[in-house]
């Protein structure tokens, strides 16, 4: 131990616990918000509670790894990103509505069947797992399921782009609770993630040069090879 | 049951409905110092309650007996109820004849037969109160359930007295599943007390009331008795959560004056502090419309259930 | 007094009933006679089947007896059985009969085609009780077709119009199809036991496959006359357009005998059970549960919300039987008797307050000419007894205190909470999700009944025949009375009820004494281990106490204080046109928008004019019911096109046909050369 505090074994996996179901219910708030800036907020909430669940674990398997990834997240995914991605939303004028493609209560009805099936995935092949590690991975594949629930039920790329780095706290969940996961993993997953924010950075100010909108609905009305329907 | 428990029930449901107006005028205090205002004494509603039940009644032109008995129906469960949930002791003579899931149904009850008043003037303000007031208990009753499943998975029983006594012989512990149920119990009891975000207890604008739409033609001794039902309602909600996930302080043994004493002290406590908690709340948030009430009790739903699921994890595992 | 001759009797009051029918026949030239001989001969016969099946349950001495009858299949017979659970469903068919013979001789006094009626009656609860009397495939099949055609003759008998002809149309369709998977579930039975006999199915272990196919078919059989989701469809068609009494005994009793069915297989006759069969009902029945209501929420039809809000309650029971199995199927045996109380219980339940409904929803009708309760409201003032009864029947189904829907409904909740106990883990998650499913269906349930007693009987008339309504007679009122009365008895000493569904439940699952034993007159007490209890004098007595002592301070309190009469005030904008009051449809108006998007994609379209015009605002909503959408019509749709290619293959040439024979003559030729 680093430092140890006067708390009993199963309080440090309660503590665990709760920050890992607070990194789901982030990602399930998410879809309710209405309005982008709110969306941006909740995601950095989410990125909090993972860089606090990060450091928990940290403390809880001893590992000095962690905490690096700790900071990590919290200077990037709480701090650098909200604030890039706030920016971009005054730049391009995106502050009201997140522009749904599915309706509020159908996409609650959703998250809800997912976050169910997610466990219902988990906990029978991980019978001989403890609690803990269960419920971590249920957690975090609820997390990626949601992620990916909100990049289907949302038309504009800025919300796909929020829900895919949502994703990634998933997945960055998974691999912080699961004792023994090499830190190679979270690094690639971390570095990819840059790469396709910078991508998607692109691409919105394309889509938006060229249609005056960011509703990706509008990529369905291009002709990607024309000549085909003159020929 | 002996003369002692009879008379401690009677105290018991003298109590809570004694301190009911007082409740509700403290939250009321508080939340007008809150928004720098003096208020009116914590007292107020006392006062208000003697003068309607001064009054004369009017009654419309079209309303059947169901109009007339609903004030009396409804005040004689609120103080039922409050027999059935411990406040200061869980040695309660009644409590033992029902339980979490009565209690849910009692107030169901109640509910049902204010809907119905609301609705037997034949004003298109009583329908539309008691249309959405409905609407709020289907979204809310699963999310109850769920709240009920939760405790019944910890102590093993939906018998209040029970549950209380359960939660007492263990140590204090942080657990997920508990905080889970209790923001469950939290979001619920504000939509089911009519309180922001889902129903504003000060309103008198038409279109966003719903419990003043259904107690819109109620005057005199009548609507006194609904105002004092609802706050005992509040009271019973207050006294419902710390009952089950807060009993420190009940007085177990009834031998002991000071025991009982100190019981009583706490439980005027915790409705204080939840008092200031909900007009802290109430200052800080505004109504939701009509159409997200779903989402705010979709999302205790989910709460309820992932303390159920919790549950079952640790239950397996250890 | 009960002997061998129980049995015998019973029967012998069955044939009765088949002869009354054709007493109807014969007296066809005088219809008043006619009326007051069938409905009192099935009065009373009822009411003797009744008597009898109740002794027999409630004397501890008596026996299972068996009756075999030289008719049927030559070489088999007809076997008849009585037992616990064929003596509470002949008690619930003759209870409820009788009430709703006397109750149709007052109703039926209008009827100008009686005869339409009168000869199918007394068959229809003949064939009702013969199924529940059944011990081999023969004679249940042909009791269970005589109560589909009794019933469907009398769908079509209430009116001369499309509709019901299409309702009774659909009814048939639906009814054939469910006989069909039964026949498959007894076929594959009996060829597996070599035997057309129950008895020897009991002693017969099947293989699992076998099994859980027969029970598949049992589920779809027996589900589609009880109202499963998405068999339900023609149930809220065709229930309501039966005159009123035979809806109550078609909502009450008949979907009813539908579950014996399934009872009777799943518990009695396949054997042990397996897990997944319990997760299969619970599914299926919480889904119903939901759907029911939602369904129910949107109609305006006063008969048909009460059909639909049957689904509702035959789902709360699938769920009661799907538990009993799952834990059954666990060894979990005094959680399956808690299970299956609660299941008979809510049969029970059902029973009362369904038909009670119904007689009392018969009275509205006739007092009012319609069926449409927007053109209903202010009938409390008008048909107070009504009221009253209704009034009663609206709390019990809303599953609220003091009455008896309550009491099946915590009975379930508190099997639900001992699904933790379960050790299979789809199961333990199911637990919960249902039982969120049952609240949400309670308090819709709730809301639906608020709606339907709110429209109707509160509120100012909307239309002046509403205005004009007098309350019925005393022979329509008394049924009501005395179903209005056992429901709050039941609610109040569930023991009442808890003496007859005990004997069942042991006959059903021997090792399941333990459950509910514990409870006594004062109160229920499921697990005597968990603590949790209901004491329905107690909280009634109480609840009185305080009521009347609200009222005695109120009284002293205000003495000076007196009580005018006024228009209504309504925020100071008081309209006298009953129109403005809140109707059916904008009650429903939230859950139709918050939930009825998911069911039937229901929307609201508010077109307003632009301001100055002068043109109304339009609000429209369009229904479109997916599942008809999805399923039936797809299902209607390749049939017909099925037969569009058979009628093509009907009118070729000759040369055409003798094609087709010489090729199917090849490929058996080939056929046999490749296989020799």
């Known amino acids: 131990m680093i430092f140890a505090l006067p708390l009993e074994p199963a309080t440090l996996a309660d503590i665990a616990q709760a920050l890992s179901v607070g990194v789901m219910l982030c990602g399930f708030w998410m879809l309710l918000q209405r309005r982008l800036v709110n969306v941006v907020r909740t995601y950095a909430a989410q990125a909090f509670l993972l860089a606090l669940a990060a450091a928990w674990q940290a403390y809880v398997q001893d590992e000095r790894q962690l905490l690096t990834t700790a900071v990590i997240i919290l200077v990037a995914k709480a701090l650098i990103v909200p604030a890039v991605l706030n920016r971009i939303i005054v730049k391009l004028d995106l502050r009201r509505s997140v522009a749904t493609s599915v309706g509020f209560g159908r996409g609650l009805v959703g998250a809800m069947g997912l976050v169910g099936f997610s466990m219902l995935l988990v906990f029978p092949v991980t019978t001989t797992s403890g609690a803990l590690t269960r419920e971590t991975l249920a957690m975090a594949l609820s997390v990626v399921f949601l992620g990916f629930w909100m990049i289907i039920t949302r038309n504009r790329a800025i919300s796909q782009v929020i829900a895919l780095m949502a994703l990634e706290n998933g997945v960055l969940l998974a691999v912080v609770g699961v004792k023994g996961m090499p830190l190679v993993v979270e690094m690639i997953t971390a570095v990819l993630v840059l790469l396709t924010f910078m991508v998607f950075g692109i691409f919105f100010f394309h889509i938006r040069t060229r249609f005056d909108s960011l509703d990706v609905r509008n990529l369905e009305r291009v002709h990607i090879i024309p000549w085909l329907r003159s020929s | ?318 | ?676």
């Not at chain 2, 008995?69 to 469960?77: D, E, G, R, W």
């Not at chain 2, 539309?128 to 769920?146: D, K, Q, V």
């Not at chain 3, 589609?224 to 023609?234: D, Q, S, T, Y």
């Not at chain 3, 939901?290 to 039809?301: E, I, N, P, R, S």
């Open chain 3, 1 to 676: 007094m009960v002997g061998v001759p129980a049995l015998v009797a019973l029967t012998l009051l069955l044939a009765g009933l088949g002869g009354v029918g054709l007493v109807a026949i014969a007296l066809g030239r005088f219809p008043g006679v006619a009326r007051c001989a069938v409905y009192g001969l099935s009065a009373a016969l009822c009411a003797a089947m009744a008597g009898i099946a109740g002794v027999f349950l409630l004397d501890p001495a008596s026996d299972t007896q068996t009756l075999e009858l030289p008719f049927g299949i030559p070489t088999v017979g007809a076997h008849l059985r009585l037992d616990p659970l064929s003596a509470f469903f002949l008690m619930l068919i003759g209870g409820i009969g009788a009430l709703c013979s006397i109750y149709g001789e007052s109703y039926g006094r209008h009827d100008s085609e009686p005869l339409r009626i009168l000869p199918f009656y007394p068959v229809f609860l003949a064939g009702m009780g013969l199924v529940t009397l059944a011990d081999d495939v023969f004679v249940f099949l042909l009791a269970w077709e005589l109560m589909s055609l009794a019933s469907w003759l009398m769908v079509l008998g209430g009116k001369r119009d499309g509709i019901t002809l299409q309702a009774a149309y659909l009814y048939l369709l639906m009814a054939m199809g469910g006989t069909l998977a039964l026949v498959g579930a007894f076929a594959l039975m009996s060829s597996e036991s070599e035997s057309y006999v129950f008895s020897t199915f009991r002693a017969q272990t099947f293989p699992s496959l076998t099994a859980s196919a027969v029970i598949v078919l049992t589920v779809i059989g027996a589900g589609a006359k009880a109202g499963f989701v998405p068999l339900h469809v023609w149930l809220p068609r065709a229930h309501p357009v039966a005159p009123s009494h035979v809806s109550a005994l078609m909502s009450g009793v008949m979907t009813k005998i539908a579950l014996y069915g399934l009872i009777r297989v799943g518990f009695d006759l396949v054997g042990l059970p397996e897990g997944w069969w319990g997760g299969l009902l619970l599914v299926v029945g919480g889904v119903t549960a939901v759907a029911g209501l939602l369904y129910a929420m949107v109609q305006t039809d006063l008969k048909e919300t009460l059909a639909y809000s049957t689904i509702k309650n035959v789902g709360i029971i699938a769920i009661g039987l799907g538990l009993a199995l799952a834990f059954r199927a666990y060894g979990l045996h005094v959680l399956a008797g808690v299970a299956l109380i609660a299941a008979l219980f809510h049969i029970l339940n059902h029973a009362l307050f369904k038909s009670l409904l119904f007689l009392g929803a018969g009275a509205v009708v006739q007092a009012t000419g319609t069926r449409n309760i927007e053109q209903m409201g202010g009938l409390g003032r008008r048909m107070p007894a009504t009221a009253a009864f209704f009034f009663i029947g609206s709390v019990a189904i809303s599953a609220l205190p003091p009455f008896n829907g309550f009491v099946s409904e915590w009975l379930t909740f508190q099997a639900l909470l001992g699904g933790v106990a379960l050790p299979v883990w789809t199961l333990r998650l199911a637990t919960p999700v249902v039982a969120a499913l049952v609240a949400l269906s309670a308090a819709l349930a709730a809301m639906a009944f608020v709606r339907l007693y709110g429209v109707v009987f509160l509120g100012r008339p909307r239309d002046p025949a509403a205005a004009r309504a007098r309350d019925v007679g005393i022979g329509m009122l008394g049924p009501m009375a005395i179903l209005a009365g056992a429901c709050l008895v039941l609610g109040i000493v569930p023991l009442g009820g808890l003496v007859v569904l005990r004997p069942v439940m042991i006959e059903l699952l021997p090792r399941s004494g333990a459950a509910l034993a514990a409870s006594d007159v004062l109160t229920l007490v499921p697990l005597a281990a968990s603590g949790s209890a209901y004491s329905g004098v107690l909280l009634v007595g109480v609840l009185l106490v305080l009521g009347l002592g609200a009222l005695g301070v109120v009284r002293v309190l205000a003495g000076r204080a007196c009580v005018r009469r006024g228009p209504a005030w309504d925020c100071g904008f008081p309209s006298d046109d009953p129109s403005a009051q809140y109707s059916a449809a904008s009650f429903a108006q939230p859950v139709r928008r918050v939930l009825g998007g998911l069911v039937f994609g229901i929307r609201d379209v508010v077109t307003m004019p632009p301001p100055g015009s002068m043109r109304a605002a339009v609000h429209k909503v369009t229904l479109d019911d997916r599942l008809w959408k999805g399923l039936y019509a797809r299902l209607g749709w390749g049939v017909h096109r099925l037969a569009v290619e058979a009628d093509r293959a009907r009118q070729m040439t000759i040369r055409h046909y003798l094609m087709i024979m010489f090729g199917l003559t090849l490929a058996l030729l080939f056929l046999v050369a490749v296989t020799a």
């Open chain 2, 1 to 318: 049951m002996t003369l002692f428990s009879l008379a401690l029930d009677v105290a018991h449901v003298g109590l809570t409905v004694a301190v009911a107006p007082l409740l509700t005028g403290w939250v009321r205090w508080v939340k007008a110092r809150l928004t720098l205002r003096r208020g009116p004494s914590p007292f107020q509603p006392y006062r208000d309650l003697r003068r309607l039940l001064r009054k004369d009644i009017v009654l419309a032109d079209s309303v059947s007996w169901v109009f007339i008995a609903t004030p009396f129906v409804l005040f004689a469960i609120m103080a039922l109820a409050a027999c059935l949930v411990p406040t200061f002791t869980p040695s309660l003579a009644l409590a033992p004849t029902s339980d979490l899931i009565t209690l849910v149904a009692l107030l169901g009850l109640a509910r049902f037969m204010l809907a119905l008043a609301g609705m037997d003037a034949g004003t298109s303000f009583g329908g539309l109160g008691s249309s959405r007031e409905m609407l709020i208990a289907t979204l809310a009753e699963p999310a109850m359930l769920m709240v009920v499943f939760s405790v019944a998975l910890m102590a093993h029983t939906t018998a209040l007295p029970n549950v209380a006594l359960f939660v007492l012989a263990h140590p204090p512990v942080f657990h997920i599943s508990l905080v889970l149920a209790l923001s469950a119990l939290v979001l619920v009891a504000l939509a089911e007390n009519a309180r922001i975000p889902i129903d504003n207890p000060t309103t008198h604008l038409e279109l966003t009331m719903v419990h003043e739409a259904m107690i819109l033609e109620y005057t005199g001794p009548h609507l006194a008795l609904i105002e004092a039902a609802a706050m005992i309602k509040l009271t019973l909600y207050v006294a419902l959560i710390a009952c089950l996930f807060a009993p420190w302080g009940m007085a177990t043994d009834l031998s002991d004056a000071r025991v009982v004493a100190l019981g009583i002290g706490t439980y005027l406590g915790k409705l204080a502090v939840a008092g200031t908690a909900l007009a802290v709340f109430e200052t800080g948030i505004a109504k939701m419309r009509v159409f997200r009430y779903p989402e705010f009790l979709g999302t205790a739903l989910l709460m309820g259930l992932l303390a159920i699921v919790f549950l079952y994890v640790n239950q397996v595992v250890s």
